[in-house]
């Protein structure tokens, strides 16, 4: 199965569909094309293991490929593969996101299961592409959304204004759960913002609908929903608090109260106990998830030393993981960004807005941590210079 997976089955030449395949394999796009355009072979022709062209693709992780045979109209959901792996499993072990989401977005059933019985999330958890996992967890369909955009029930006006549609999409598809990442994310969406009750209402209903298909019930998504939806009614509450504040200044002034720490050990408290009154709020609370949430809560002191509730939220929503990345953001939680302090070089931030909001709460450590980070230095360096010693006297011997 392993060299199955690696090479995405090895071909026979007689098979008709070889040249397409490594048409594939060699990042020949107008060649691909140029073979679809002829009919020398059809868009979802399967070669000896049950394989289209779509499976070699994104197992290969190649998006302009996925995409153009995505609009020639290959089958995302196609193949009969000796194994039962789909094109979202194989663009799951790929690890390309991008890839993922194309075959999402047309209609890739990512609660399929292979012969041993794993769906695509399953295997990307397996060989450690936890950023597919998320993506997988997280995905809505814009169809969702867009339904509340026409009018129903006799009802002159939509739900939602069509304008404002891509924008709540945008919102729902975000993995980072961090309070201060969602409010920079609302930040940047003026339509979303100047609809915030209406917004509430849709990410109600978003949530309720996902409990009521019986058997097919997403609790994940429900308490996602939910979650999303508690944080739009508290900044709408703000906004009519201070109708005369631009609505910028409002956001920022809500994520400096997130990141406050408290005086005695930096335990950001008031965005903590934000996250658990928001979990406490689910209203479906016979669930697995929000009882394993309460528990694991329960567990979890808050101090300076315990992990975030956001941090507990994310991993029942996103999927547990071995290990976190280091290199988040300190002030919005977004993993994988490489601009840290230019004093310290302690702390990370993944632009200048969030290093420019975290500010009045970092200075007051940051001393500190450069001198800490100058001491750490300095034993590398040491360290590094004995080891040199020591390889010099050996090669002198």
Not at 133 to 154: E, H, K, L
Not at 172 to 180: E, F, K, W, Y
Not at 334 to 344: A, G, I, L
């Amino acid at each position: 199965m392993v060299r199955l997976l690696r090479v995405g089955a090895k071909q026979q030449l007689k098979n008709p569909n070889y040249s397409a395949i490594e048409k594939i394999n060699n990042n020949d796009i107008v060649g691909l094309q140029e073979l679809l355009k002829n009919h020398a072979v059809e868009v979802d022709a399967e070669d000896d293991h049950g394989m289209t062209l779509l499976h070699h693709a994104a197992f290969k992780g190649k998006k302009d490929f996925v995409q153009l045979l995505l609009d020639l109209g290959s089958d995302p959901n196609g193949g009969h593969h000796e194994h039962q792996y789909s094109t979202i499993h194989f663009a799951a072990l790929s690890g390309n996101v991008e890839v993922c989401q194309q075959l999402l977005q047309h209609g890739a059933q990512p609660d399929t299961t292979n012969s041993v019985g794993r769906t695509a999330a399953q295997m990307a958890a397996f060989v450690g592409n936890h950023e597919i996992v998320s993506v997988i967890n997280n995905f809505v369909s814009r169809d969702d959304i867009d339904r509340y955009t026409v009018p129903a029930n006799g009802s002159s006006e939509p739900k939602l204004p069509p304008s404002a549609a891509p924008a709540l999409h945008k919102l729902v598809m975000q993995v980072n759960l961090h309070p201060v990442h969602l409010l920079f994310t609302i930040q940047k969406l003026p339509l979303l913002h100047e609809h915030l009750g209406k917004v509430k209402d849709i990410l109600e209903l978003l949530s309720d609908n996902e409990m009521k298909r019986n058997r097919d019930a997403n609790e994940v998504l429900s308490l996602k929903f939910h979650y999303l939806r508690f944080l739009v009614e508290r900044l709408a509450k703000e906004r009519e608090q201070h109708p005369d504040k631009p609505v910028a200044d409002l956001i920022n002034q809500y994520a400096k109260g997130m990141l406050r720490p408290r005086a005695s050990d930096g335990f950001p408290e008031y965005m903590d106990n934000f996250v658990r009154e928001a979990i406490r709020t689910f209203p479906f609370k016979e669930t697995t998830l929000f009882r394993q949430l309460l528990v694991n809560l329960s567990k979890t002191k808050q101090d300076g030393d315990s992990v975030l509730a956001v941090s507990i939220l994310g991993s029942c929503i996103n999927g547990q993981r071995g290990f976190h990345d280091d290199n988040a953001c300190a002030a919005c939680g977004q993993e994988k960004v490489s601009s840290k302090c230019s004093s310290c070089k302690s702390v990370q931030y993944c632009g200048r807005d969030c290093q420019k909001i975290h500010w009045p709460y970092h200075k007051k450590e940051c001393d500190k941590l450069a001198k800490q980070h100058q001491l750490k230095d300095t034993k590398s360096q040491s360290g590094n210079e004995a080891t040199a010693a020591v390889d010099d006297s050996s090669t002198a011997k």
